[in-house]
């Protein structure tokens, strides 16, 4: 299992993921869980995601909704929305990096849990609104490795 931060740390919201996945590291994980900074360019970690039979992908989403709003969706869905998907603006997108790995016959089960930004203004910071909502994504992380029978109480 593969947990990844996407996003751009210097465009505050934009870099929620990346927020999300230090935090994570502060944890205690079973070894079977990783934890990776994935930052803005998915070609980087093309083979960390070719390797996981399951990744979860963190990221900003702008879906429309009310700031601090969270999704969850799985890459299927992703895939079937007529209005596409555009998570944020890293060089590549999760989709591409996904159909990439599926063309070397790799293709980790995919779920997506997003946050709607406030700002995506320059700045290192999160906006309030979405830093509160860190522990939220966190708890549904949780509950995403739960249903896949790892365990997080005696890691």
């Not at 994980?29 to 960390?48: A, C, H, I, Q, Y």
């Not at 700031?67 to 555009?86: E, H, L, Q, T």
């Not at 997108?93 to 406030?118: A, C, F, M």
């Amino acid at each position: 299992m593969v947990i990844r931060g996407v996003g751009n740390l210097l465009l505050s919201d934009e870099g929620v993921g990346v927020h999300v996945a230090t935090e994570l590291m502060k944890t205690k994980l079973p070894p079977e869980v990783s934890v990776v900074e994935g930052g803005t360019d998915g070609f980087r970690l093309l083979n960390v995601i070719t390797e996981a039979d399951r990744l979860i992908v963190i990221d900003a989403v702008r879906g429309g909704a009310e700031p601090g709003s969270i999704y969850r969706f799985d890459i299927d869905d992703v895939r079937n929305c007529p209005s596409g998907f555009k998570t944020s603006v890293h060089q590549i997108g999760i989709l591409e990096v996904i159909d990439l790995s599926e063309l070397i016959g790799k293709k980790p089960h995919t779920t997506i849990i997003g946050i709607e930004p406030k700002s995506l203004e320059m700045g290192m910071e999160l906006t309030p609104e979405i830093k509160s909502k860190v522990p939220r994504m966190i708890d549904l992380i949780f509950q995403e490795l739960e249903k896949c029978n790892i365990n997080l109480r005696n890691p």
